[in-house]
């Protein structure tokens, strides 16, 4: 068993397999990592319809990564859709309280591919509070836009630059299309071109993203190369076939 080096995923089981939990397994068995997950709601779904989402009761999705702490060490989970940011918090203490230098990658979903809306604006009193327990974050164009009412999008980067490190993804923009930015170290702003000519949509390619950035950063890769290799890692994952349900290399090779 500790010849496995562990991830962890926290996030909604997704039936076709395209996003959440099961897409993240995929993604960190293709950096040779060994995932392990816990399940924060299962969705009645396929890669083109949402019908309905049932949340994991809050307790339940703690005692799952208390059992698993118990058995695994882990120095990287990405987190994906959570019911609420109240929810989202206590996840955040639990894991800090079982490993105080665990790196949390936050994939902020408010919104499936398909267009159900899970939770939008809620406290945002508790957002500072949040970003301070995380090391990186992964919204897309469309979801750093609406964090903070009154604050335009670089307004936004700047105010959560203080606390946490962004890695904003450009499939939403409309001006520089796939063009994503890290901000990092407070003052640090990378641009990450698309590497493809072209690409085909997937469901759940967000899922991919911050998953593959978690496996090379569980991986002891730089961040700033470990976003760059993620976004060539799912750029190869959206051209692997032309259907929205792409397929792994096993295992992934630069």
Known sequence: MNTHKYILSVAGFDPCSGAGITSDIKTFEAHNLYGLSVCTAITIQNDVDFKQCIWTKPEIILAQIETLFERFEVSVVKIGIVESWQVLILILNKLKSLNSSIKIILDPIFKSSSGFDFHLKESQELL????????????????????????????????????????????????????????????????IPPVAESIFEKHGSGCVLSSAIAANLTLEISLEDACKLAKYYTEKYLNSNKSLLGSHNYPFKN
Not at 174 to 186: I, N, P, Q, T, V
């Open 128 to 191: 500072n509070t949040i970003w301070k327990q995380c090391y990186l974050i992964t919204p897309n164009y469309d979801e750093i836009k609406s964090l903070y009412s009154k604050l335009n999008p670089q307004e936004t980067i700047e105010h959560i630059s203080g606390f946490t490190n962004i890695y904003l993804k450009g499939g939403h923009r409309e001006d520089k299309k796939g063009w994503d930015e890290l901000y990092h170290s407070g003052i640090v702003m990378v641009n």
